[in-house]
């Protein structure tokens, strides 16, 4: 399957700092990448899509201005969340959808793990 | 709305066959997937069903019936490995919705 790389894999800040994740599509061009939240054995929780060259689409709860997500070109999105506080820890992944007439597939990032001190 | 519904758990021996069931309510959609996840890992993709009926690949099977509004993932010849958490997924044009999850226990 298609990779794509999410960097950090782990990131420790201190509470009020913001942290930047990149996701990258290596092997295609993903006009729509997608970002997510999990907590402890929960499931996904869609936090925003983000479409190359427009503005990102947020789930009902997610503050925009917290998590700024910026989808530059067709193969790097960006997730910032800002002013990181302790309830921000989480396992933060994203994903590159991959759509043609027999499939609709999302490459899935390894995931990075943010703990807010 | 939307919702996807999904047992918590299931248990199965090792060798054995499991279904994981999902059923669905959504106002549209163009196909149902299936994604499994290993604690501390990402998802990865099990499957697609964009018309009704069985596809197959390898040990694992997934179905649709859209008049049901029902699906399911059918796991063959269980091994260790096969113990993760598996999603239905439902594909829209405006969004992905992902179900709760069922964690899959194996028996040795």
């Known amino acids: 399957g298609a990779v794509v790389s999410q960097h950090p894999s782990r990131v420790i800040c201190k509470s009020g700092t913001s942290v930047k994740i990149e996701c990258r599509s290596l092997d295609f061009q993903a006009t729509t990448m997608f970002w997510y939240r999990q907590f402890p054995k929960q499931s996904l929780m869609l936090m925003a899509t983000s479409n190359e060259g427009s503005k990102a689409t947020y789930e009902q709860g997610v503050e925009k201005d917290k998590f700024l997500i910026n989808h530059a070109s067709l193969t790097l999105s960006t997730l910032t969340v800002t002013s990181a506080h302790p309830e921000d820890s989480s396992f933060y992944i994203c994903s590159a959808r991959f759509r043609d007439r027999s499939t609709d597939t999302q490459y899935f990032g390894p995931g990075t793990r943010l703990t807010v001190l | 709305g939307q919702s996807l519904e999904q047992p918590s758990e299931v248990t199965a021996v090792e060798g054995a066959i499991v279904q994981i069931n999902c059923t669905y309510q959504t106002s549209g959609f163009y196909g149902l997937s299936w994604y499994q996840q290993h604690d501390g890992g990402a998802p990865t993709f099990l499957s697609y069903n964009a018309l009704d009926g069985l596809e197959e690949t390898g040990r694992f099977s997934s179905f649709l019936s859209r008049s049901d509004s029902y699906g399911y993932l059918l796991l063959q010849e269980l091994q260790m490995k096969d113990s993760a958490s598996y999603f239905c997924?439902?594909?829209?044009?405006?969004?992905?919705?992902f179900g709760k999850g069922t964690r899959l226990h194996i028996l040795p």
């Open positions: 997924v439902l594909n829209r044009d405006d969004k992905i919705i």
